[in-house]
């Protein structure tokens, strides 16, 4: 068994409220953990209104396959968000 695990920080610059950036962490999560079957929250920076910090974790039956369910995630992230990504930490245990 093997874990996977990354943290993706996104930049939101039109983002004005807290409640503008709720509601683009709740359909993003939503999309990510319907699309992929894995776990996600909003894990850090919950009170600066233009920055979204994501972990994502998975569990996989080998190396390869928890690597490309990671790759797979981060290309949507890129793809399905007007926001830019800054920063990516990826794990596999």
């Not at 068994?1 to 409640?19: A, D, E, F, N, R």
């Not at 080998?62 to 007007?82: G, K, Q, R, Y």
Request: aromatic share 4%; with cysteine.
């Amino acid at each position: 068994m093997v874990i996977g695990v990354i943290k993706i920080k996104i930049h939101i610059p039109w983002s004005h409220s807290l409640k503008e950036k709720r509601m683009v962490v709740k359909s993003l999560s939503a999309k990510i953990r319907n699309k992929f079957n894995v776990s996600i929250a909003e894990v850090e920076d919950q009170d600066i209104h233009q920055i979204i910090v994501l972990g994502i974790a998975c569990v996989a039956g080998d190396n390869s396959h928890a690597d490309s369910i990671l790759d797979n995630v981060i290309n949507f992230v890129e793809s399905n968000t007007e926001g830019e990504v800054i920063k990516v930490e990826r794990e596999v245990i």
